[in-house]
C-alpha cells in the first residue's frame, strides 16, 4: 500500500526525524514474515513519512511465479530492484521515506543504495522458528510460507546496516529503529 502518492501544490514535505537535516530514505530489510510492513507503517505514522511496500512495485510475472510458489531468482529481482532504486531517487527529492524491501542479498542492497548517504539499511532480524510461528498466523496475497526456507537461504546478513531483532512487538520493534536512527 502506498501512503504517500507525491506532492500536490500547497502540500508539505514529509517532516524529517528529530535529528536529522537531510532528506532520507529507510530501507526495511528482512525475510518474509519479519514485519518489514507492520513495523515501516507504523514508522510512517510516527514520523509523517510516506511508507512504500517493495511488493508492490512486482512485475506481474514475479507475483504469478511466488503465488505458484516458485522462488525469484537474481534475474527475476534485478529489474524490480532498478524500479525501486529509481523511485528512491524520486522519494529523497521529494523528502524522506520508508520502503520496506527484502533485499535479502548484499548485490541487492547495494542496488537500492547506489552510493546515496542517505539511503539507511535495518535488518529485521529474526530466527527461522519464529518467523515461520509468524507465516503461519497469516495470509499474504501471494506470498507462501513454503518460500520461507528459501529466503533464508538467499539471506546474507548485512554488516553495514541497523539490526533490529524481532523477537518483540512491531511497537517495540518501531521504537528501537527509530532510536537507532535518532530520532
Known amino acids: 500500500m502506498?501512503?504517500?502518492k507525491g506532492l500536490g501544490r500547497g502540500e508539505e514535505r514529509p517532516r524529517a526525524m528529530a535529528g536529522h537535516r537531510e532528506n532520507q530514505v529507510v530501507v526495511l530489510m528482512g525475510v518474509c514474515g519479519?514485519?518489514?510492513?507492520?513495523?515501516?507503517?507504523?514508522l510512517a505514522?510516527?514520523?509523517g513519512w510516506p511508507f512504500y511496500d517493495g511488493d508492490d512495485f512486482?512485475?506481474?510475472a514475479n507475483?504469478?511465479?511466488?503465488?505458484?510458489?516458485e522462488a525469484l531468482g537474481d534475474?527475476?529481482?534485478q529489474p524490480w530492484l532498478e524500479l525501486l532504486a529509481r523511485h528512491i531517487d524520486q522519494?529523497?527529492?521529494a523528502g524522506s521515506a520508508i520502503l520496506a524491501c527484502s533485499a535479502l542479498k548484499e548485490a541487492y542492497r547495494r542496488?537500492?543504495?547506489g552510493g546515496r548517504s542517505q539511503v539507511r539499511i535495518v535488518y529485521l532480524q529474526g530466527s527461522k522458528e519464529l518467523i515461520r510461528q509468524r507465516l503461519a498466523a497469516r495470509v499474504h496475497r501471494y506470498m507462501p510460507p513454503t518460500l520461507l526456507d528459501s529466503q533464508f537461504a538467499a539471506l546474507e546478513e548485512p554488516a553495514n546496516a541497523l539490526t533490529v531483532e524481532v523477537s518483540s512487538t512491531p511497537e517495540a520493534a518501531a521504537v528501537q529503529v527509530r532510536g537507532l536512527l535518532g530520532a
Open 75 to 77: 534475474a527475476d529481482r
Open 63 to 69: 507475483v504469478e511465479k511466488m503465488a505458484r510458489g
Open 45 to 47: 505514522e510516527q514520523t
Open 91 to 93: 522519494w529523497l527529492h
Open 111 to 113: 542496488t537500492l543504495v
Open 2 to 4: 502506498h501512503i504517500f
Open 34 to 42: 519479519s514485519g518489514k510492513t507492520t513495523i515501516g507503517r507504523l
Open 58 to 60: 512486482h512485475p506481474p
